[in-house]
């Protein structure tokens, strides 16, 4: 199970900090990502961390302003988000995939998202 948390309504140009806490399973040893979805729009992905965190990747959009971290000791996964820009308005999941991409279909695991809206 995951759980996302952290997201809210902030100004253009302001920071938030996404949570996503894992529970009951291998959180350790998956890969985990980031995705988005805006209104009317199809679910695209953010950003991605190995199970290490040793490697990262990013959407091109928001490449230099958000930061994907991990914890495992805590079996929690984190967003950065800085510079926001109210094209970052969206519903914010985090899931979970025992190999290594950006496609929504390699993921098997999914929080229930976390609401961003940024105003401008």
């Known amino acids: 199970q995951l759980q996302a948390s952290g997201g809210g309504l902030v100004q253009a140009g302001g920071s938030l900090r996404l949570s996503c806490a894992a529970s009951?399973?291998?959180?350790?040893?998956?890969?985990m990502g980031w995705f988005r979805q805006a209104p009317g729009k199809e679910r695209d992905f953010v950003a991605a961390?190995?199970?290490?965190?040793?490697?990262?990747y990013y959407a091109d959009s928001v490449k230099g302003r958000f930061t994907i971290s991990r914890d495992n000791a805590k079996n929690t996964v984190y967003l950065q988000m800085n510079g926001l820009k109210p094209e970052d308005t969206a519903v914010y999941y985090c899931?979970?995939?025992?190999?290594?991409?950006?496609?929504?279909?390699?993921?098997?695991?999914w929080g229930q998202g976390t609401l961003v809206t940024v105003s401008s």
């Open positions: 899931a979970e995939a025992l190999g290594w991409g950006t496609s929504v279909n390699g993921y098997n695991y």
């Open positions: 009951g399973h291998t959180f350790s040893a998956a890969t």
């Open positions: 961390i190995s199970w290490s965190g040793g490697t990262t």
